[in-house]
Nanobody
Framework: QVQLVESGGRLVQTGDSLRLSCTAS????????MAWFRQAPGKERAIVAA????????HYSDSVKGRFSVSRDNAKNTVALQMNSLKPEDTAVYYC????????????????????WGQGTQVTVSS
């Protein structure tokens, strides 16, 4: 069983930067794909970014490409989401998630594909 705990969410201004962190423990998370999803009020949960087990493959949604960057440090049990040039439409609860891929580089973009979820951290971008 993989446990995930997010941190770093807060209220920021348009144009600001923010770094979210996810601490992972348990199970075989180091061989898993890791991803960040977000869910705004009244909207479905959607992928923001994903990273393969060895960081060789990264995926970003079109809405954040060029502004956000995902990274992981398997030795430190952390996955990070660096968010730059934040916009009000980035306001959402951000979730860290993981899926066992047994060292595969395949990227999954549907929330239903993921097995383990954190509790979420709120990011609010004011205009």
């Amino acid at each position: 069983q993989v446990q995930l705990v997010e941190s770093g969410g807060r209220l920021v201004q348009t144009g600001d930067s923010l770094r979210l962190s996810c601490t992972a423990s348990g199970g075989t998370w180091r061989s898993n794909i890791m991803a960040w999803f977000r869910q705004a009020p009244g909207k479905e949960r959607a992928i923001v970014a994903a990273i393969s087990w060895d960081s060789s493959v990264k995926h970003y949604s079109d809405s954040v490409k060029g502004r956000f960057s995902v990274s992981r440090d398997n030795a430190k049990n952390t996955v990070a989401l660096q968010m730059n040039s934040l916009k009000p439409e980035d306001t959402a609860v951000y979730y860290c998630t993981s899926k066992p891929t047994y060292y595969s580089d395949r990227i999954y973009s549907e929330s239903s594909s993921y097995n383990y979820w954190g509790q979420g951290t709120q990011v609010t971008v004011s205009s």
